[in-house]
């Protein structure tokens, strides 16, 4: 018998310079197949980042042998939306190798701002949900928790924004043009998912739980997977991304040898438009229904690989929920309930009771909000024929769930119909919120006013059935992504007041800066931080709009996506007051600001559309006007992203977070800009409350309702009547319904002239008076440049609470109970 040879060592990489520029030179040789004399920009870009990877590849390798050896608990985080920003500047720091940029640029002959050009966003997400699910991801690696995030791969993203004549135009995101060096394909390891067909009661099983399942079509989802690396430590986690893709028989070659073509790729482009957008439009059934089938396509592929890695070193079901925790970010990915239910009872065979035992104890959800429209519902039908399976899981999940609840309520017919997970009607629907609930361990919001409201309000039936389940984990958001990347000269600065870079992992250490409030040369110094971080956005501006900003205004900043909670028509109001009041009074004394907005409105929400074209209006008639325009700029920048936020947080002086009080779960925009030092204007809403409470109430504009003053006021209100009372207000909707701002057209805007004076839902108008009165308070103290500075640096200081690194260790302390796996150094 012959010995088995020793299985050969992977070469590790080199730590220096000359061994970073030595594989750079083989990895465009060999990888890229060209020369330093040929090379292209992608060439030299595509080097440079499968160079860098390398350093995450030799570290993933270790972090994958240290949890099969431990064999620990891992978190699986399922999320429709991944916003993980721009990668090279990232992984660079997180190698080490950030230093090495600029000669490594030279090396390859190409301008470092040429080579950061093609690295582009991976088009994963929208807006805050994606967002925070990258920060988790990212914390959980630096604190060496095993994870795994799940995803979808979508070919375009949501959509790039353009304008046209001041009108929002959707253009393709094709991020994968020149292919994304940071991405591995795993074609090998497709899953098959089925939709439609008929279900059958297994034959061998007396109670009918168990049926079979023949799905009339099928879809692959083809994985592929992107490296998530810790900040000081050596663990690299992933996130899993799944493509739809055809079935191998779905091209029909008989129809295209006749001409078909068309016809011949019917079912392709139909597989695979599963994948093709994030979040289609679902203005009409066509549009639902591939949006459904989104939402189950991710977690079909996702559960049989997570059930993969776990048999990888466990047998039999009942340890399943000591190994596997996996958290549902928001409803989207809900229906997981079901299919792992499905899995259980009719693939691997388990009794009903114990798979329900099973999945109940396995999974937990997070709710992203309040409001009625964005708790998913999906109509009884859709379901019945698009999973039949599935719903009839959901049938028998609802039915044990409320004799459960009949037993503990007896006689409380209106109990049941509030908490069943179909909700009756003249059309059946799911309620996928419910669902969540019924087949979670914990379910937590995500800042303490909104906790509350949740389980006051939103769930206050299940808060009142399980009390135990409810938690509250406030948001956060990295501080290496949204000061160290986004703001070095502040990351600097910093680190020169700490002594070192340890705030990064210890966010709570900023707290010392307090001490420095009292020290003039460094309150300089912050101060010239902030202008020279404006300069930059100034230049920014002006390349992609053509508009130029003062470096020394007040920047008032609104970057979130449109909303009608959110407000941005208050804030616009707010500006066409400002507008009105320089013209008639040109020697005014108003301090120069300039409003910019950022973020998109999705393609099918029309009146915010209308209202982005509002915002444009009105800036070309503020620019264009040689009298305001001196002391007043507003600019909307196209197609907001991770990459813009990191421009533009670091130079805002205001932070625009004013929503209706109880309308906003929790925002990470607030805080992001918090700790880059902007001083907030807000209402009582989301963590707007725990950031005043931490900055101190004399660091925060405080102004509007709070949430019972609005809940009240909702009751008998009147917009028309805040309208009439308030004459800077009726001048300023005034000023839009008589066309003012589109160059006489009456009609244009009349919808948003009718939306605010008619039902107002979200009481801009009611908030106004506030509203404007506090922005006179912000002019005020920005007048006092020491005074707005020592705000500004205690905004920072006393921000730390608000890093996702917190977050992730709540979640592992009250949900998760899950703990770190340490990897040891090469």
């Not at 604190?143 to 790039?160: N, Q």
């Not at 609840?405 to 629907?429: F, H, N, Q, W």
């Not at 001490?515 to 992609?544: G, Y």
């Not at 959110?566 to 707010?574: A, E, I, N, P, V």
Request: glycine letters at 6%; proline letters at 5%; aromatic letters at 10%.
């Amino acid at each position: 018998m012959t010995e088995a040879r020793p299985r050969p060592k992977m070469r590790t990489v080199g730590g220096t310079l000359e061994d970073f520029e030595r594989d750079l030179i083989s990895n465009l040789y060999y990888q890229r197949g060209t020369t330093l004399e040929s090379a292209s920009g992608p060439d030299a870009y595509h080097t440079l980042a499968v160079t860098v990877r390398d350093r995450l590849v030799d570290r993933y390798a270790r972090t994958a042998a240290a949890h099969y050896a431990a064999n620990p608990r891992f978190v699986y985080y399922l999320s429709a939306e991944y916003l993980l920003g721009r990668q090279l500047r990232q992984n660079l720091l997180y190698t080490g190798a950030e230093q090495w940029l600029r000669p490594v640029a030279e090396d390859l002959g190409a301008p470092l701002e040429e080579l950061e050009a093609y690295d582009v966003e991976p088009g994963l997400g929208n807006g805050g949900l994606g967002r925070l699910a990258a920060c988790l991801l990212d914390s959980m690696a630096t604190l060496d928790i095993p994870a795994v995030g799940y995803g979808i791969r979508y070919e375009f993203g949501i959509f790039k924004q353009a304008f046209r004549d001041g009108a929002q135009v959707e253009r393709p995101d094709d991020w994968t043009f020149y292919g994304n060096p940071w991405e591995f394909p795993a074609p090998d390891d497709r899953q098959v998912v089925g939709f439609y067909g008929t279900t059958a009661r297994a034959l061998d099983d007396p109670t009918g739980l168990r049926r079979q399942w023949t799905p009339g079509e099928t879809v692959r989802g083809e994985p592929s997977h992107m490296l998530v690396p810790g900040f000081g430590t050596q663990t690299v986690n992933m996130i899993r991304l799944w493509r739809a893709r055809a079935s191998r028989e779905s091209f029909d070659l008989s129809r295209f040898s006749a001409g078909q073509y068309k016809e011949a790729v019917e079912d392709i482009v139909r597989a695979e438009n599963i994948s093709k957008v994030l979040y289609p439009d679902d203005s009409t059934e066509q549009g639902r229904e591939l949006r459904l089938k989104q939402q189950y396509f991710l977690v079909a592929c996702s559960l049989r690989d997570i059930i993969r890695r776990y048999r990888l070193r466990n047998t039999g079901w009942d340890g399943f929920p000591a190994k596997v925790v996996i958290q549902l970010n928001d409803t989207h990915p809900v229906m997981a309930i079901t299919e792992l239910m499905r899995l259980l009872v009719d693939v691997y065979r388990v009794d009903w009771d114990l798979a329900w035992s099973i999945t109940r104890r396995t999974f937990n959800y997070t709710c992203h909000t309040l409001l009625p429209e964005a708790l998913e519902t999906w109509p009884v039908a859709l379901l019945e024929r698009l999973l039949p399976r599935h719903m009839e899981i959901i049938y028998s999940i609802n039915h044990f769930f409320l004799q459960e609840v009949a037993a503990t309520y007896p006689g409380d017919v209106d109990k049941l119909r509030r908490l069943s997970i179909i909700e009756e009607g003249s059309e059946r629907r799911v309620r996928m919120a419910h669902l969540a609930v019924v087949g979670s361990t914990a379910v937590n919001g995500v800042a303490e006013l909104h906790t509350r409201l949740l389980t006051a309000t939103t769930l206050r039936d299940f808060a009142e059935l399980w009390p135990y389940k409810f938690h509250n984990v406030t948001n956060g958001v990295t501080p290496r992504r949204f000061i160290r990347l986004a703001n070095p000269r502040l990351s600097a600065l910093i680190t020169d007041r700490l002594g070192d870079e340890g705030w990064l992992t210890d966010l709570e250490r900023l707290e010392r800066l307090g001490d420095a409030v009292d020290d003039p040369e460094f309150l300089t110094r912050w101060r010239e931080v902030k202008r020279q971080n404006k300069v930059d956005l100034a230049r920014h501006v002006e390349r992609s709009t053509g508009v130029v900003i003062d470096p020394e205004a007040l920047c008032d900043v609104m970057i979130k996506r449109f909303h009608e909670y959110k407000r941005q028509h208050l804030k616009l109001l707010h500006v066409i007051t400002l507008f009105n009041r320089i013209r008639e009074n040109p020697d005014l004394d108003v301090v120069p600001r300039t409003v910019l907005f950022g973020g998109k409105a999705a393609p099918g929400y029309h009146a915010m559309k209308l209202l982005i074209h509002l915002v444009n209006a009105v800036a070309e008639a503020v620019d264009t006007d040689p009298v305001v325009s001196r002391r007043l700029k507003v600019v909307l920048l196209p197609d907001y992203n991770v990459t813009k936020a990191q421009f533009i947080i670091p130079a805002a002086d205001l932070s625009e977070q004013i929503s209706l009080a109880g309308k906003e779960a929790s925002g990470t925009g607030n805080m992001k800009l918090a700790l880059n030092g902007a001083v907030t204007i807000g209402t009582l809403d989301g963590a707007n409350i725990e950031i005043r409470d931490r900055v101190g109430a004399e660091n925060f504009f405080l102004f509007g309702l709070n949430t019972a003053d609005a809940a009240d006021l909702r009751r008998h209100y009147r917009p028309r009547a805040f309208y009439e009372q308030d004459p800077e207000l009726r001048a300023a909707v005034d000023a839009i319904a008589s066309g003012v701002f589109a160059k006489g057209d009456r009609a244009l805007f009349a919808p948003v002239v009718d939306a605010m004076l008619g039902r107002d839902e979200y009481l801009a108008l009611a908030d106004y008076r506030s509203y404007v009165d506090c922005q006179e308070a912000v002019a005020e103290a920005w007048r006092d440049q020491e005074r707005w500075t020592r705000m500004s640096v205690l905004n920072s200081a006393r921000s730390g609470f608000f890093s996702s690194d917190r977050t992730v260790r709540d979640y592992c302390d009250l949900i998760w109970r899950v703990e770190p796996v340490r990897v040891s150094p090469a």
